[in-house]
């Protein structure tokens, strides 16, 4: 239920609708819960519906600092 | 897949395991609450790279499990109505109800039931047969409520009389609450020293409603994502809160959530919807101010309103741990019916039926591995 997935949006149309993509899937999902949203962002996707977005930057972050911590163990 | 595999890079695991081992000297219980996170650490076993002075408790986070009998039957009482479109998501179908009628079984019966995945389906039937009243089976934390938001504003938008909304959305900090203030964590039958946050919940309320948890109860809470590697970086987060004598409310899921949640997703919930008194919930017993209800003006689209459906608590079947499963006092393999009288394709309880149930998780992977290691135990 709770269950969501990334996908990226490929296309979007009227009626707060969107086409998104995950792993070369396609599906038609509402992004009527999304302030702004452009082609080519990446939004969770649950239950038809996107939630938010995912922010590429911080997603680089989260593993850089894991990087670190490669580098501390090695 | 992108935001997907880069989190799920074995050679990093093993590391944060060594990293976990190192700085985990003392001893932790921590909670996911969330059922999709007891998915994940299950699915790559993520327990077992655990030292074993860190035990994961489950939680409660699971909407399909949290639903009591009760209000299952009310559902199952409406799909029988002559007229009536019960929409339902899938994961309900199998759950039992009363003298194990679940809403498949009603369905053979003669009750018209429609599997969908999502409001959006629900709108689309509700268009598609005027003659008929179409209610949509409402569940779900509030990662699943402003979906349901969504839907009651556009059938009042465009004047669907035949559509309306059984609500069932329940409160993720309600929740948290009933966990904190159990007889059983108050006696210690249940240890909790920090919690991991849900992420999908929380990409909605933001992290903010957790602090309370933090500085009251003094509990560590880091929202996590879902892949292996998000789950172990939250356990050592966790860890390192517990060593340093912390107690603060970490994002480890910085690339979907933020402190304040999604707004415009708030706005259009606090449009729609208004606390219910108390509602019981399965395990946890009935708890004030944990659910939501359709607000007054738009009362056209509450199917409890609509059609007349008395509620009747059902205690469950007596063989079923789900209660104490829920609660965190049982792990699945407690459960004396655990994979023998109950299965999924078979269930006695709700935490089998469910992709986010902790029996369905322990069923589906790992059951059949070597008796628990003694280090396990710890």
């Not at chain 1, 819960?33 to 989260?62: I, Q």
């Not at chain 2, 209610?135 to 934390?141: L, Q």
């Not at chain 2, 603060?248 to 959530?257: G, K, L």
Request: contains cysteine.
């Amino acid at each position: 239920m709770c269950l969501a997935l990334p996908a990226r949006v490929k296309a979007l149309h009227d009626g707060q609708l969107a086409t998104v993509e995950l792993g070369g899937v396609r599906q038609k999902v509402s992004v009527a819960l999304l302030e702004h949203v452009n082609v080519g962002d990446y939004v969770v996707v649950h239950v038809g519906y996107a939630l938010t977005k995912l922010d590429p930057v911080e997603a680089e972050r989260t593993l850089a600092e894991l990087g670190r911590l490669e580098e501390a163990a090695s | 897949m992108k935001f997907i595999e880069e989190f799920r890079d074995g050679a990093l695991a093993k590391k944060l395991a060594a990293e976990l081992k190192a700085e985990a000297t003392g001893s932790y219980h921590f909670m996911e609450f969330c059922g999709g996170h007891t998915h994940a650490l299950c699915r790559y076993g993520l327990m077992d790279l655990l030292p074993p002075t860190v035990r994961m408790v489950h939680g409660p986070g699971c909407p399909v499990c949290v639903l009591p009998i009760g209000r299952l039957d009310q559902a199952i009482e409406l799909a029988k109505k002559p007229g009536v479109i019960l929409c339902t998501f899938g994961d309900m179908m199998r759950v039992p109800g009363r003298d194990r009628v679940s809403l498949v079984k009603a369905r053979a019966q003669g009750a018209t039931v429609k599997m969908v995945f999502g409001s959006g389906e629900a709108l689309k039937v509700a268009r598609e047969n005027p003659d008929k009243q179409v209610v949509f089976f409402a569940i779900g934390f509030e990662t699943t409520t402003p979906t349901t938001a969504v839907a009651v504003q556009q059938a009042a938008k465009e004047g669907l009389t035949n559509l309306s909304f059984f609500v069932n959305h329940v409160l993720t900090p309600s929740a948290i609450d009933a966990i904190l203030g159990s007889q059983e964590a108050q006696d210690g039958t249940i240890r909790v020293d920090g919690f991991i946050g849900p992420g999908h919940v929380s990409t909605i309320i933001g992290s903010a409603p957790y602090e309370r948890f933090a500085r009251d109860a003094e509990k560590p809470i880091v929202v996590s994502g879902f892949e292996p590697i998000d789950l172990l970086q939250s356990i050592l987060m966790l860890v390192r809160q517990r060593n340093a004598g912390r107690h603060e409310v970490e994002n480890q899921f910085t690339r979907a959530v933020v402190r304040e949640g999604n707004r415009k997703a708030q706005a259009l919930v606090d449009e729609t919807f208004e606390l219910r008194k108390s509602f019981e919930w399965r395990g946890l017993g009935t708890l004030p101010d944990s659910a939501l209800k359709l607000k007054a003006h738009l009362a056209a689209f509450d199917a409890e309103v609509k059609f007349e459906l008395p509620y009747t608590a059902v205690a469950d079947h007596p063989a079923c741990s789900c209660g104490e499963i829920l609660r965190g006092i049982k792990k699945p393999t407690d459960c004396r019916i655990f994979g023998t009288a109950c299965t999924p394709e078979s269930p006695m309880g709700s935490c089998m039926v469910s992709p986010e149930g902790s029996c369905a998780a322990y069923y589906l992977y790992g059951r059949h591995r070597a008796p628990a290691q003694p280090r396990r135990t710890a």
